[in-house]
């Protein structure tokens, strides 16, 4: 009786004990059907695995060909004791892998085993080094292979500010899908591993299928979102397809002046004078513009102290609407159009800053605009409103900014 307690506490330190009464680790290992047609038919597309496990334990699946090439199904995973199987479906689907003759630019993150007879390989291993391992074979035939690849990857341009100032405030992502998916998705990853979704431009190709598709990314700030910070990002673009084989590509972005443009008149006061002229007379006006934001805002001519003739507008001094631009405007009560009169925000070289070609009033800054209009010719009535406005161009045009600080003006004929 001594001699057998001695010899069961010597078991004790052996791995794998089969004495005194201990269970296998590892047990009652199957995989069903034993051969299966992973290409979405159907019809055997998975194999059913299913095991016994009397200890905890990290456990592992691989698959290796007939040439002894492994490819991992499941990684190591702690999994704990059951009283029950447990059962894992394998859809002929194991980590990425590239084959010799392949050599795109693509990440295989999953791909589908090719026809052919496998040895399956499950492994257990206890936080003591118990092992235990069970082997298989499975057999794989008509499997759909064909990856879904993505081509003509490109991302433009490669530096990117999102700030609403017409400068490359959106970027455009272009590529070519192979065949038709369940799921295709382009996303950037920040710093913090946060995805910003990129939505698809939905043109002549319809969405997750076969052909050449383009995304379309402002950072989120036409939506009123903040956009991301100024910094180098990732920009990834991944296709699934029905099999559960998955692919990414990967390019990278610049942000730069990124920010979502805030600017104001400050108080929402305007000096204008005088408030009674004869034709001829000029009525001038001096305001202040406050840069309430974090980012650059632009801006250009006419420049602080143009003169206008009350027949003229900007666009007759020899200046166009600019998309993204900032600019001062006067307007009154029977004008022909929106903000006739119009002037830069600032001073170039003064309280301006040049960034490439441009003219920019800089972050938390202001900056002084006055203007005239000379009265060339007598208004419908002689009594009229005059006011200010501070206009994003063919951004908005914000409630804020918008007939500002009306003055009641009196013209006179001479």
């Not at 791909?111 to 040895?119: F, I, P």
């Not at 950037?188 to 939505?199: A, K, N, S, V, Y």
């Not at 980012?295 to 027949?311: E, Q």
Request: charged content about 20%.
């Amino acid at each position: 009786m001594k001699t057998l307690r001695l010899s069961c506490l010597l078991l004790m330190l052996v791995p794998l004990l089969t004495a005194c009464g201990q269970k296998p680790l590892l047990e009652n290992v199957s995989i069903s059907p034993s051969t299966i047609s992973p290409n979405a038919d159907g019809l055997d597309d998975v194999a059913r695995i299913s095991f016994m496990l009397n200890r905890s334990a990290k456990i592992s699946i691989s698959f290796m060909d007939a040439l002894g090439q492994e490819t991992i199904f499941r990684p190591p995973t702690p999994l704990g004791r059951n009283e029950d199987p447990y059962a894992v479906l394998f859809p002929g689907v194991v980590q990425g892998f590239k084959l010799p003759e392949e050599t795109s630019p693509i990440q295989i993150v999953k791909r589908v085993l090719a026809d052919g007879v496998y040895t399956w390989t499950m492994t257990a291993i206890t936080e003591d080094g118990e092992t235990a391992s069970q082997t298989g074979t499975l057999n794989i035939v008509d499997a759909e292979t064909q990856l879904p690849e993505i081509t003509g990857f490109s991302v433009y341009p490669k530096e990117f500010s999102p700030n609403q100032d017409g400068i490359d405030d959106r970027v455009t992502i272009n590529l070519f899908l192979q065949k038709d998916v369940e799921e295709l998705t382009v996303y950037m990853l920040d710093q913090d591993g946060t995805r910003h979704h990129i939505p698809e431009d939905e043109r002549s190709t319809p969405l997750n299928t076969a052909g050449f598709h383009t995304f379309d990314y402002d950072g989120g700030i036409d939506a009123g979102a903040e956009p991301p910070s100024d910094g180098r990002y990732t920009i990834y673009a991944e296709a699934r397809d029905i099999i559960g084989q998955r692919v990414l590509i990967t390019d990278s972005l610049t942000l730069v002046n990124a920010g979502r443009p805030m600017a104001y008149i400050l108080n929402g006061e305007i000096d204008l004078k005088p408030t009674t002229l004869v034709i001829s007379d000029t009525l001038c006006f001096t305001l202040t513009v406050e840069n309430d934001s974090n980012t650059y805002i632009r801006t250009t001519g006419p420049w602080p102290g143009n003169t206008y003739r009350s027949d003229g507008n900007f666009n007759a001094a020899g200046y166009a609407e600019e998309s993204g631009v900032f600019r001062v405007g006067l307007d009154f009560d029977t004008s022909l159009r929106n903000y006739p009169f119009r002037w830069g925000i600032g001073t170039p070289g003064e309280d301006l800053v040049q960034i490439g070609e441009y003219w920019y009033l800089p972050p938390f800054s202001r900056s002084e605009v006055n203007g005239c209009v000379q009265v060339v010719e007598m208004p419908p009535r002689v009594s009229l409103y005059f006011w200010g406005g501070l206009i994003h161009e063919d951004v908005e045009v914000s409630a804020i900014n918008n007939r500002v600080d009306p003055h009641l003006v009196e013209i006179w004929e001479p």
